[in-house]
């Protein structure tokens, strides 16, 4: 039996026996610095790299607006839950190689018992995991590089960016928008709160200073899960008092989307007629996005944390350095606010779509909800392909969308699942990869004709190899004839 130390031993085996990456197939065209560009450098965007590559794809790049990998994505910088609110052993970052999983990664380094003893992923460990996953597998990603503008051109777009804050232009044939939960649009600010100077609130996407809360008296509005992490962590930060602000009567307790979870519905909820798929995302955002119990334990257990149900604010202003609320027929004083409302999905509100927003259809251009399910929030969300990618508002006017694929939560009402988390990988990536794949070699088949029926290849052998064992037949032997 052999031993080794060497923790990424099993790793490193899975990559020789799955054998070397195929060379890149997709030729190379003047002025065109990119096949593919990857914008987000987190665990989706590694994911897609990695599996680009073993599809043959080559000139792919991962750009990141982030300082540094400590602070690109959110599990080290923004997210605040201690476990990822998905189950453990969800596919995931792996692409079906075991060895590459979480599971595996985190048995070789803590034991197969501490990993069964885990409920849910420990958040910092994920952390861990994908930083590993990303160095292990030589994933380059350039950090520092904040994507201003897409311009199209025929062909390819142009990526105005800003590298270290000088401007800089790229070109590329696809992009993938693999950039978290505000990729196409941003933090939901209620309008109660959007006059008060910025100085006193923020949202749960903000980099908070919690240290900065300890002794003050600080207000949450929301009720889903980073509302709830985020009462926690002040609480655990020395706020003198929290207070949580829920719209509903009680906290969303059903797990709608669970019921996608098995096979049949999770592969092909995409196929689904808008009827269905509309239904079903309308039906979530009446039930809820549901908090873990282990996010609502965390707070309950502060005897300085109190829990308002049916409690909208009605208004808010500041008094010097403080917030006053009225909430109901209440008034309140805080030092300090948290939105914890979530985000909203528009393409036309992202400064790097401006050119174009107004050519991508929307689900509100291709479905008109009945009336009792219409839902303005839904309607701005695009109306993606079966590949994630934008589509036209009007057929003809934009050609150029095809070539956009975006794995964010905007893809929720077209595919149904929280698009971007673990859950969505093992369905989605693939069937993007397989169409940039498509498309690339597609666009290029008359070179790829040539390059599959071309006679510039040498044969394996000549006729020598077998010439000794060909059959030949025996002259027959004339008996003679007597004169």
């Known amino acids: ?132 996953y990303r160095h292990f597998l030589g994933i380059p990603v350039r950090y520092q590089m904040k994507l201003v503008r897409i311009e199209p051109d025929a062909g390819f777009f142009r990526l105005h960016q800003e590298v270290n804050g000088v401007a800089q232009v790229e070109t590329t044939r696809k992009i993938i928008f693999a950039n978290g939960v505000a990729g196409t649009g941003g933090p939901n600010i209620p309008p109660v709160l959007a006059s008060l100077p910025r100085t006193l609130y923020a949202h749960t996407a903000d980099e908070i200073d919690f240290n900065n809360l ?47 979870g098995y096979p049949g519905a999770y592969y092909n909820y995409p196929q689904l007629p808008d009827v269905a798929r509309w239904f079903q995302a309308w039906r979530f955002n009446q039930v809820g996005s549901t908090p873990p119990p282990d996010a609502i334990e965390r707070v309950i257990g502060f005897s300085n944390f109190h829990l308002h149900l049916s409690a909208p604010w009605k208004s808010a202003h500041n008094q010097g350095d403080r917030i006053v609320a009225q909430v109901n027929d209440d008034v309140f004083e805080f030092d300090f606010a948290i939105a914890g409302t979530g985000y909203f999905v528009d393409p036309t509100k992202r400064p790097e779509l401006a050119e174009f927003a107004h050519h991508i259809a929307l689900w509100c251009d291709r479905y008109e909800a009945p009336a009792d399910q219409r839902d303005d929030q839904l309607s701005t969300y695009p109306y993606l392909g079966s590949a994630h990618e934008y589509q036209e508002k009007v057929p003809g006017n934009a050609p150029y969308l095809k070539d956009i694929h975006v794995f964010n939560p905007a893809g929720f009402v077209s ?60 002259a027959k032997v004339q008996s003679a004839k007597s004169a």
Request: no cysteine; glycine share 8%; hydrophobic share 45%.
């Open 1 to 132: 039996m052999t031993t080794t130390t060497d923790l990424d031993f099993a790793a490193r085996e899975a990559l020789r026996l799955l054998g070397p990456d195929p060379e890149n197939w997709v030729s190379d065209r003047s002025g065109i610095d990119h096949n593919v560009t990857i914008v987000g450098g987190s665990g989706s965007g590694s994911t897609f790299a990695f599996a680009l590559r073993r599809a043959g794809i080559g000139r792919v790049t991962v750009i990141d607006e982030a300082l540094d990998e400590a602070h690109a994505g959110v599990w080290l910088t923004r997210a605040r839950m201690k476990k990822l609110r998905t189950p453990k052993n969800l596919p995931g970052p792996e692409l079906g190689i075991p060895a590459l999983s979480f599971q595996a990664w985190y048995e070789t380094r803590h034991g197969v018992e501490a990993y069964a003893a885990l409920d849910r992923i420990p958040r910092v460990a994920w952390a861990e995991y994908l930083s590993w």
């Open 214 to 260: 300890r002794g003050k008296t600080v207000a949450v509005l929301g009720a889903a899960a980073s509302a709830f992490d985020a009462a926690g962590v002040a609480l655990e930060s020395g706020a003198k008092a929290v207070h949580l602000f829920a719209r509903q009567p009680a906290i969303a307790s059903l797990p709608v989307n669970r019921l996608r």
């Open 415 to 474: 595919f149904g699942l929280p698009i971007g988390d673990v859950p969505s990988i093992r369905r989605d990536v693939p069937a993007v990869v397989a169409r940039i794949s498509h498309d690339l070699f597609f666009a290029d088949w008359s070179l790829h004709e040539a390059r599959i029926t071309s006679g510039n290849i040498s044969p394996d052998f000549d006729t020598s190899l077998y010439a000794d064992a060909v059959w030949k037949q025996q």
